[in-house]
């Protein structure tokens, strides 16, 4: 899997948009990009993936260049309850790719009133 | 549809105990994996089962161990406590082998004294 790299802590305003950068410059054609979250001692929660095209949901949007190097996750207007530790992931989806989800430190994004 | 389901969320142990968590599984999932979270090393892959058997594992001594039952639900068992099992146990389901989307548990605190 490719490795990811996101800056390590984050503010934002409460209402505002948050935008949350993943660089994965060494990311191949049938690599994904998912991106989880966690909020302190919970489970990881998953937000939103995608593999070229930018995708939404009812959580966040996913942009991801058209060199697929880099991603930003946008929360479109950031809540105290959004405080929590981002993850981006890059992996592939086959089965012999197994169920292992490599984190790396993530970026720890704080919602301030 | 219900989520994953971890029991008992909070546990103490003293060393050389033995362990043993449980997972459910979102209804219809038949992939399970387990992780284990602590401060110093993070979210580390321990195992997936599937159909009731181990189809990957992580870097993890003998004392860690699991299974899967065939209504999908797992153990995860450890023998011999030791202080530095002291940690946050995930348990994450999907769909099948080759849908990568993982749905977490709340986590099993385990407090080993």
């Known amino acids: 899997d490719a490795k990811t790299t996101q800056p390590t802590s984050m503010d934002c305003a409460e209402g505002r948009a948050a935008n949350l950068p993943c660089n994965h410059s060494t990311i191949s054609g049938n690599e994904y990009v998912y991106w989880y979250r966690q909020i302190h001692s919970q489970g990881p929660q998953y937000i939103i993936h995608g593999l070229k095209n930018n995708e939404t949901n009812e959580m966040a949007s996913l942009i991801i260049t058209e060199d697929r190097k880099s991603s930003t996750l946008i929360l479109p207007h950031a809540t105290l309850r959004d405080t929590a530790v981002y993850y981006c992931?890059?992996?592939?989806?086959?089965?012999?790719?197994?169920?292992?989800?490599?984190f790396g430190e993530g970026t720890q994004l704080t919602v301030n009133p | 549809k219900a989520g994953v389901t971890q029991t008992p969320r909070y546990l103490i142990k003293t060393r050389g105990q033995q362990v043993t968590l449980s997972c459910s599984p979102i209804s219809g999932h038949r992939s399970v994996s387990w992780y284990q979270q602590t401060p110093g090393q993070g979210l580390q892959f321990l195992f997936e089962?599937?159909?009731?058997?181990?189809?990957n594992k992580g870097n993890f001594p003998g004392r860690f161990s699991g299974r899967q039952f065939s209504n999908s639900r797992s153990e995860m068992n450890v023998s011999t406590l030791e202080l530095g099992d002291s940690a946050l146990y995930l348990c994450a389901s999907r769909l099948t082998l080759v849908t990568d989307t993982q749905y977490f548990g709340p986590g099993t605190r385990l407090t080993v004294l």
């Open positions: 089962y599937f159909s009731e058997t181990q189809r």
């Open positions: 992931i890059v992996r592939v989806a086959r089965e012999t790719s197994g169920s292992r989800l490599t």
